[in-house]
């Protein structure tokens, strides 16, 4: 069902480093930097510009691809999917004693017989897999450091010949 009624939900951060700042990814964001101090100011434009894009994703269907785990040699991962555009995203979580450094995470509501494609913010271009891939086999997300974050988009860019 659709959980885009209505709601929503807001932090404020302090910090900007990828995996703190991914964390807080939320519909409302409010950025509480101290530009007192030397700041990576691409680092802040590439997270912000990265909460932008995906900011619209938040008022879609929850899907959660793990279960909820506080440990901190867990992996955590959901998905956020609109229906109505069929597009959304995925953010994925490796804590910081994980000693795992990838998986396949099976998607949910997505047309099987239409062509997806995928970017993940942190390396350069997109995969276009269908639909039946990411729910079957899953979308492949490997985080190298420890803690770290992925962020992924999905966009569904053609429907298969049948």
């Not at 899953?138 to 985080?143: L, V």
Request: glycine share 10%.
């Amino acid at each position: 069902p659709s959980n885009t009624v209505g709601w929503g939900w807001g932090t404020g951060g302090i910090s900007y480093d990828a995996y703190t700042r991914r964390s807080n990814m939320c519909p409302s964001n409010t950025a509480c930097f101290d530009f007192r101090v030397e700041v990576d100011d691409a680092l802040i434009q590439k997270l912000y510009q990265e909460w932008r894009e995906v900011g619209p994703d938040y008022f879609g269907d929850f899907y959660p691809l793990t279960p909820h785990s506080l440990q901190s040699d867990a992996w955590i991962a959901w998905q956020f999917h609109r229906p109505d555009a069929d597009r959304g995203m995925i953010q994925a979580f490796r804590r910081a004693d994980s000693n795992f450094f990838g998986g396949h995470f099976q998607l949910r509501g997505l047309q099987p017989d239409a062509q997806y494609a995928i970017r993940n913010f942190d390396e350069p271009g997109q995969t276009v897999v269908t639909g039946q891939q990411l729910l079957e086999s899953g979308a492949e997300i490997t985080i190298r450091t420890r803690p770290g974050a992925a962020v992924l988009t999905y966009e569904r860019v053609s429907q298969q010949e049948r």
